[in-house]
């Protein structure tokens, strides 16, 4: 699974693809029918590039490189571009067909070794172990999902000195299915407030930027979104 429609992934402009599906089978309510059927529709080359944002996020506040979990890694552009800098990435998604993706690209990047795609419907499991980096980026999606608590368990996830990086959309760009709609999203602080952190961390980085967006078909349009970035202190 990678839960949302709107993606940063183009290296050089921040790609939003927000109607790279069908919004008819958002009316799905099982996630993993959801995802395999978006993932076997969609074009296995999107979403291969890494996300500028976490590009950026990564190489300002990670030390060194380490272990990983990619959350919703759908076709694996930040597993790959993680593996590609020395970490050992754990890739978490609830789509097979995405997974076995994110293996082809990691073998023929000569990555294999350092990619490690995982199923999990992360509703009802979650990977095993401690992580040097948790990322969570745009876990956003139509399927009702206990959302909340998934990134409150990436944070207990999170190894000593290690790093959660949440990002998500603060707005809908005019290409999204979401386009029109009535929707608050939270600030920074309230995704923040949520995840009950308590002692032993340090907050980072948390804003709402605004930056240009290109959309699947070349149009450009300003959005906002979230950045939390906390280390584990404690």
Do not use: K
């Amino acid at each position: 699974m990678q839960p949302h429609f709107d993606t940063a992934t183009d290296a050089d402009t921040a790609t939003d693809t927000g109607s790279a599906t069908d919004t008819d089978s958002a009316t799905d309510t099982d996630s993993a029918t959801f995802w395999e059927g978006f993932y076997s529709r969609a074009d296995p080359r999107w979403g291969t590039r890494p996300n500028v944002v976490l590009e950026g996020l990564v190489t300002a506040f990670a030390r060194t490189p380490g272990t990983a979990l990619d959350l919703g890694c759908g076709h694996g552009g930040d597993a790959i571009w993680l593996a590609g800098n020395g970490w050992d990435v754990t890739a978490a998604d609830v789509a097979q067909t995405a997974l076995d993706r994110v293996a082809e690209s990691a073998w023929a990047a000569s990555l294999a070794g350092r990619v490690h795609p995982v199923r999990h419907d992360l509703a009802e499991s979650f990977p095993e172990g401690e992580f040097d980096l948790v990322s969570a980026t745009y876990f956003q999606t139509p399927i009702e999902i206990p959302r909340t608590e998934v990134l409150r368990r990436a944070a207990r996830a999170v190894a000593p000195d290690g790093l959660l990086i949440v990002v998500e959309h603060a707005s809908v760009p005019p290409w999204s299915w979401q386009a029109g709609q009535d929707i608050r999203f939270p600030t920074p602080a309230e995704v923040l407030a949520s995840l009950e952190l308590g002692a032993g961390w340090r907050v980072e980085r948390c804003d709402a930027p605004e930056r240009e967006a290109a959309g699947p078909e070349g149009q450009t349009a300003m959005v906002v979104e979230n950045v939390i970035v906390v280390r584990r202190v404690g």
